[in-house]
Every structure is written in structure tokens, then in C-alpha cells.
């Protein structure tokens, strides 16, 4: 989730009115800042959350995996000031995701019970964390029940058509193998969905880049799946 409100939702005049408020309030629970590497794991499946971590810029990516080896990659997010590890803060639970830095980043490291005692003594800043989560869950959501009902060929093709439409929260991998992990699918079934939609004439490949060829006739074809 996002520090700051969205920028669309219910509460979001409200949250913009007590945001200064809560953001200084959030920062006095700030313990440490910290530098990771690319590839340093910030928050690791399975670990026991002891603190939240605020990342005002850089990129992580978010995944999970199985005792098969098999890894789900939710994606990448171009972080501005958002939190990991706010779910475990809520429910006590085993972190769920692992969350990995995809380039050089400082991160402030947030006292987990800090923030727990100042949401019980402000209760009103917990409608910050509902909102936020709210609107995360239902994106991770639409782009897991997609992933589960539809097949690979309609995901990829979805996915570009999506991304011209509007920004979206989660970005795509620049290598093939991440993005088959993103659909969560091996290299060789991704790359076979791939062809198959180039030979469509509905894609094409410049570098490491999907892009659509042509947008209407793309949208005919996600038609065809309803």
C-alpha cells in the first residue's frame, strides 16, 4: 500500500485532510533506514514480520513460492512511499509474499508495534490502511482470478491491452522468464503464447518489449473469450 491516499475511493477527500497528520504521526514510528542491492530481499515468505519497511522510490518485485519450486510473480512496483508488511501487521500471520529489491534502494524500517500502538491511540489512521488495502486486494484479485479462468494466449493479450488503457499498480519484467513467472506458467508455454499472438499479427517484439500492432483488432480477440 501507498503512504499517501489513492487518488480515487470513498474516503479519499477525508484521508487528504488528515494525511498530513498521519504522515507525521507514521514517520515518528520510523526505528532505522537501511540500503539493499538489487536482488536483496526486503521481506522474506514465511518470516516472521517485526517491521514494516517504507520505500520512497526504486523498484521491488513481489512473489511467491512453492515447495515445488514453482514461483507466482505478482510483479513489479515502481514504489512511491509505499509500505510492505502493513497485511502481517493486521492479521499476526507468517509474511505471505516475498518482497525483493529490483534495484539499488534506501528504505525506512518502521517499528511494527510502534505503528500497532498508534493506530489503537488514532484509531481514525486506521481508515488509511483499509482504504489502501482495500483497493490493492481487489487488484491482485482481478489479476489472479484472470490467471486461474482464462488461458494463456487471453492473459498476455489482456495484460498489453490493459496496460494502454490506464496505469497500472504492478509492472511488467523486461526477461521472458520473470514475465512466464508473472503469468505463472513456465519459459517455454509463455514464449509458445507469445508466437502464437505475433503470428496473430496482433503483437510484435521489439527487444525485450511487447507491443500491440493493433489495438482494435486486439480487443476482437479478447471479445472472442466472453
Given at each position: 500500500?501507498?503512504?499517501?491516499?489513492?487518488?480515487?475511493?470513498?474516503?479519499?477527500?477525508?484521508?487528504?485532510?488528515?494525511?498530513?497528520?498521519?504522515?507525521?504521526a507514521f514517520y515518528r514510528c520510523r526505528i532505522a533506514s537501511q540500503y539493499f542491492q538489487s536482488g536483496?530481499?526486503?521481506?522474506?515468505?514465511?518470516?516472521?514480520?517485526?517491521?514494516?519497511?517504507?520505500?520512497?522510490?526504486?523498484?521491488?518485485?513481489?512473489?511467491?513460492?512453492?515447495?515445488?519450486?514453482?514461483?507466482?510473480?505478482?510483479?513489479e512496483v515502481d514504489c512511491d512511499y509505499h509500505i510492505f508488511g502493513e497485511m502481517e501487521l493486521f492479521n499476526g500471520t507468517l509474511c505471505q509474499w516475498s518482497v525483493v529489491a529490483e534495484e539499488q534502494i534506501e528504505v525506512d524500517v518502521i517499528s511494527l508495534q510502534a505503528v500497532a500502538d498508534l493506530l489503537t491511540e488514532r484509531p481514525e489512521f486506521s481508515l488509511f490502511f483499509a482504504s489502501a488495502l482495500a483497493f490493492d486486494y481487489?487488484?491482485?484479485?482481478?489479476?489472479s482470478t484472470h490467471r486461474l479462468l482464462h488461458?494463456?494466449?487471453?492473459?498476455?493479450?489482456?495484460?498489453?491491452?490493459?496496460?494502454?488503457?490506464?496505469?497500472?499498480?504492478?509492472?511488467?519484467?523486461?526477461?521472458?522468464?520473470?514475465?512466464?513467472?508473472?503469468?505463472?506458467?513456465?519459459?517455454?508455454?509463455?514464449?509458445?503464447?507469445?508466437?502464437?499472438?505475433?503470428?496473430?499479427?496482433?503483437?510484435?517484439?521489439?527487444?525485450?518489449?511487447?507491443?500491440?500492432k493493433d489495438m482494435a483488432a486486439l480487443k476482437r480477440f479478447l471479445d472472442t473469450f466472453e
Open positions: 500500500m501507498q503512504l499517501k491516499p489513492y487518488s480515487t475511493g470513498r474516503f479519499t477527500e477525508h484521508l487528504n485532510s488528515l494525511y498530513p497528520a498521519f504522515r507525521e536483496d530481499v526486503l521481506l522474506r515468505q514465511g518470516q516472521v514480520v517485526e517491521s514494516l519497511y517504507l520505500v520512497s522510490g526504486g523498484k521491488v518485485s513481489i512473489n511467491m513460492s512453492a515447495v515445488n519450486g514453482r514461483r507466482f510473480q505478482l510483479g481487489q487488484d491482485s484479485l482481478a489479476i488461458p494463456i494466449t487471453y492473459n498476455i493479450a489482456y495484460d498489453l491491452w490493459h496496460r494502454q488503457q490506464e496505469s497500472v499498480l504492478l509492472g511488467a519484467f523486461e526477461k521472458s522468464g520473470l514475465e512466464a513467472e508473472r503469468f505463472g506458467t513456465s519459459s517455454r508455454v509463455y514464449r509458445r503464447a507469445v508466437k502464437e499472438l505475433i503470428d496473430k499479427n496482433l503483437i510484435e517484439k521489439q527487444g525485450q518489449e511487447l507491443r500491440v
